[in-house]
């Protein structure tokens, strides 16, 4: 069983700075590829960014490139999410979630719990 726990989320004002982590156990962490996804009050869950098993590779949304970073530590099982110049329509509860495979926006059959970010104006 895949338990992936997520941390980090917070209240910043709007120009701050977060780092969220997602601690994975219970599978060889390395083998898979890990992505961060958001959901908003009232919409859609939607793909923020991911990463291959060995951190070579990585794809982000179009709305948060050049501000957020994906990056993964196979030592710890952790994979981060460094968000900066973060903007209120960045609030959302964020997600950490595992896949087989190269990285995708699409089919990832394990979630965390999510983490509440709150961006202030």
């Known amino acids: 069983q895949v338990q992936l726990v997520e941390s980090g989320g917070g209240l910043v004002q709007a120009g701050g700075s977060l780092r969220l982590s997602c601690a994975a156990s219970g599978r060889t962490f390395s083998r898979y590829s890990m992505g961060w996804f958001r959901q908003a009050p009232g919409k859609e869950r939607e793909f923020v960014a991911a990463i291959s098993r060995d951190g070579g590779s990585t794809m982000y949304a179009d709305s948060v490139k050049g501000r957020f970073t994906i990056s993964r530590d196979n030592s710890k099982n952790t994979v981060y999410l460094q968000m900066n110049s973060l903007k209120p329509e960045d609030t959302a509860v964020y997600y950490c979630?595992?896949?087989?495979?190269?990285?995708?926006?699409?089919?990832?059959?394990?979630w965390g719990q999510g983490t509440q970010v709150t961006v202030s104006s």
């Open positions: 979630a595992l896949r087989p495979g190269e990285p995708s926006q699409n089919y990832y059959p394990y």
